[in-house]
């Protein structure tokens, strides 16, 4: 595997911005403050000389001492980022400000052009007169600076990208959007396929997203001292390989650079099945699909540490009770340490058995070595585990402040574990594993719509629904995103909207999904009874116009065109990835053409794909590199991850392949992607 590789290149990343910190207040936004916690934490701004760190906040400010300031933000340095550093640079006495931002000095040009650059326009000189007025005098000196600080790695084999956490492939409903915008611009013609949409038929904000993930990529490159070849499976993965292709800072890199890696990027909406079913077999899946989101964080967890504390709830009062639990700051999974350097990578490539397994033979080995008594009966057998017993070995640690700091990586984990393994809701998760099953089996006919409407049917002893309606929305889009499972026209369709609406209006606000209340024009505050059934009526049939474009999304593949395979026994879901890396590691070379598309870089891209076209000349292909990064636009699971890992070792590919992509996408978070959010209109802060 890759071991340090992205993370040595993160550390090139970063420097820049720890040679500015020293003496200064650092502030800094959500997305980047995720970035830092997995590349070292406040820990290397401190010790870089920072004198303290803030939330990049108009409610925040300079002590009445500080005189210099650093800003750390992941936006356009315009709007709403604008108006925060305004308000804490007039509420401090700084006389030296530097300002980092992700977004390079083209790209702000960019976004206050009509899709023409202007190479001469100073942004950023003259952001840094406006700062030196709003210190109060231009003798005071300021610096704006890109700083694309977008990595977060997870593990030696997996980096995400905090700062890009929003980019998603474009999906078979933008076309009307994107024809609206087009025909605004003075085009006639329209685009029916998501392969005909070319870059600037894009909205603004989108089109800033892509210029914005091509340049980070291209610094990652930079960092790496490699040279790029870039391969692309999908749409939007082509206009941002295009993208990184045509960056002047990325040619002139291809011409210095010593060695070579290939960029492959794959669209996440070409496989929406695997991100939308209930993984029964990994278990870090399950603990991103049922705890809480860690507040702040787009890829982490929080988690319950109270039974590390020496003070319980049970012993206090039931409001003293409630007071302590809402002050203790929750646990999180923990970038690899010396401690442990590869805990979370093996359990997240690991059944969900053996990393349990895992879990508890390295919880007993640590207790052991603390000298804590550990229940023979749970010592004696370290090769099965179950939630209770990984507490039980954890709660010895118990009052042990330096046994919880040294083993705090191990002990997350296993809490982790045991929290969402013994969680109300995993019986739940399990129900719609087994559900998505069955309706897999029945993927061949209007079965699956059928079993669905039934599913919305069911009640409990008490009369009440047995499924959410997030849950329904979640196995209309398993088995919508699988294959078309009826025509548009076909009256199945109206009796499940008929039916679909009606248990909106029958559901609890706070029992709906965010999305959807907004779709609904609700602010959550309202009952259920003010649900209106018409409003419901009309959310809905947005929603199956969407889930029925799903299966479109891989019209124009011809190799990879379907996940649904059939088999001796029940039918099984193929996940692209896995299709995808059979054909580009298997040593025989098949072809992967025309669905794979190698993006030219320069006149030697250009004569490489031209002599492809002659049979006995090999076109290039991704893993004639040293290094692969196989990165997927729109998130990716932790089931994916586990399934590259074991190809890699399948076919015994000696080179380095690391894993990359924008975000952990979980089921939840694909009902909200694929059917309410307006990804082709970023929250851009402009």
Not at 152 to 175: G, I, K, M, Q, R
Not at 468 to 493: F, G, N, Q, R
Request: aromatic share 6%.
């Amino acid at each position: 595997m890759a071991g340090d590789v992205i993370a040595g290149a993160n550390d090139k990343l970063w420097r820049p911005v720890l040679s500015k910190v020293k003496g200064s207040v650092v502030f800094i936004d959500f997305s980047c403050a995720e970035c830092l916690y997995w590349s070292g934490g406040p820990k290397i701004l401190l010790d870089a000389g920072a004198v303290s760190i803030k939330e990049f906040s108009s409610f925040e400010s300079g002590g009445e001492k500080n005189t210099k300031a650093v800003f750390i933000v992941s936006s356009l340095l315009k709007g709403r980022a604008q108006s925060v550093l305004r308000d804490t640079i007039k509420s401090s006495n700084f006389q030296y400000c530097v300002v980092f931002t992700t977004f390079d000095e083209d790209t702000h040009r960019f976004s206050n052009s009509t899709n023409v650059v202007d190479a001469n326009s100073p942004i950023f000189e003259d952001l840094e007169s406006q700062i030196s007025r709003w210190m109060g005098g231009m003798s005071y000196s300021c610096e704006v600076l890109y700083a694309p600080l977008f990595i977060a790695p997870f593990t030696s084999l997996l980096f995400l990208t905090p700062t890009l956490n929003e980019v998603f492939p474009l999906l078979h409903h933008d076309l009307a959007a994107i024809d609206a915008v087009r025909k605004s611009k003075g085009e006639q013609h329209e685009i029916n396929r998501l392969s005909d949409v070319h870059f600037y038929a894009l909205p603004t904000n989108y089109q800033l997203q892509i210029r914005n993930l091509a340049a980070s990529l291209n610094n990652l490159f930079e960092a790496l001292d490699c040279k790029d070849d870039l391969f692309v499976v999908g749409s939007t993965s082509r206009l941002i390989g295009t993208q990184l292709a045509n960056l002047p800072a990325a040619r002139q890199r291809r011409k210095t650079s010593s060695k070579q890696a290939s960029l492959l990027l794959i669209d996440r909406t070409l496989d929406t099945v695997g991100p939308a079913a209930h993984s029964d077999d990994s278990v870090v899946d399950k603990i991103f699909g049922i705890l809480p989101e860690l507040p702040c964080h787009a890829n982490n967890v929080a988690i319950d540490m109270l039974c590390l504390s020496s003070l319980k709830p049970t012993d206090l009062s039931e409001s003293d009770s409630n007071d302590i639990t809402s002050m203790y700051f929750p646990g999180s999974l923990m970038p690899p340490n010396e401690a442990y350097p590869s805990m979370l990578e093996d359990m997240m490539t690991s059944s969900q058995r053996l990393a349990l397994s895992l879990l508890k033979k390295s919880l007993i080995n640590a207790a052991e070595e603390e000298e804590f008594q550990v229940d023979p009966k749970i010592s004696s057998n370290k090769s099965s585990a179950n939630p209770d017993e990984l507490h039980s070995v954890v709660e010895t640690f118990c009052g042990n402040a330096g046994a919880i700091i040294y083993h705090s990586n191990l002990l997350q984990l296993a809490l982790a574990s045991s929290q969402t393994l013994s969680h109300e809701y995993h019986e739940k998760w399990m129900e719609l594993s087994s559900m998505e099953k069955i309706l897999m089996q029945s993927a061949d006919d209007t079965t699956p719509l059928t079993r669905i409407l039934d599913v919305i049917n069911q009640e409990d002893e008490d009369g009440n629904r047995e499924w959410t309606v997030e849950e329904i929305l979640m196995l209309l889009v398993y088995i919508c995103s699988l294959k078309s499972v009826a025509a548009p026209d076909e009256e199945i369709w109206d009796e499940l909207s008929s039916t679909l609406s009606l248990a909106i209006t029958e559901s609890k606000i706070e029992d709906l999904p965010d999305g959807l209340v907004e779709a609904l024009g609700m602010n959550g505050s309202e009952d259920s009874e003010d649900i209106d059934l018409g409003q419901a009526q009309d959310v809905v049939q947005l929603i199956v116009e969407k889930l029925q474009g799903l299966s479109n999304s891989r019209a124009d593949l011809k190799l990879f065109n379907s996940l649904h395979q059939e088999t001796m026994g029940p039918p099984e879901y193929v996940s692209l990835i896995s299709q995808i890396l059979n054909k580009v590691l298997d040593p025989s070379k098949p072809d992967i053409e025309p669905d794979m598309e190698h993006i030219s870089t320069g006149l030697m891209g250009l004569l490489k794909t031209g002599f492809s076209m002659f049979k006995k000349v090999t076109p290039p292909r991704p893993t004639d590199s040293s290094l692969l990064i196989i990165f997927m636009v729109g998130g990716i699971t932790f089931e994916e991850v586990r399934c590259i890992h074991r190809k890699v070792f399948k076919f015994e590919v000696f080179r380095q392949v690391v894993v990359g992509s924008t975000r952990v996408v979980t089921p939840a978070d694909m009902v909200d992607k694929l059917l309410f959010a307006n990804n082709l209109l970023p929250e851009m802060g402009l």
